[in-house]
């Protein structure tokens, strides 16, 4: 059974770098695009970068520049380093995997940034 796990997540002074991992736990599965969202508390939950199998990455206008989302696919595995953090990336982020049946979501890792 494929399942999404993440890793990294802490706490960070503002202006500090932080690098999130999620892998993909699970034999048998070609993944697909995967990608990190993230929610605020009290607010939806928003998409912050994605990378497809061939590489081709989408960033989210409020973190391009300073986000970079990376991907092994031989480990399954999906990062995101954030650099230049910010208060407002306070969040809780979900890694989510696109696959042959469908699309799942990890439990998700709070990044909390002081200022």
């Known amino acids: 059974q494929l399942q999404p796990v993440e890793s990294g997540g802490g706490l960070v002074q503002a202006g500090g770098s932080q690098r999130l991992s999620c892998v993909a736990s699970g034999s048998g599965f070609m993944l697909k695009t995967m990608g990190w969202s993230r929610q605020i508390s009290g607010k939806q939950r928003e998409l912050v970068a994605t990378?497809?199998?061939?590489?081709?990455?989408n960033y989210a206008d409020s973190v391009k520049g300073r986000f970079t989302i990376s991907r092994d696919i031989a480990k399954n595995t999906v990062y995101l380093q954030m650099n230049s953090l910010k208060p407002e990336d306070t969040a809780v982020y979900y890694c989510n995997v696109q696959y042959a049946m469908g699309s799942l979501w990890g439990q998700g890792t709070q990044v909390t940034v002081s200022s």
């Open positions: 990378i497809t199998r061939e590489g081709n990455t």
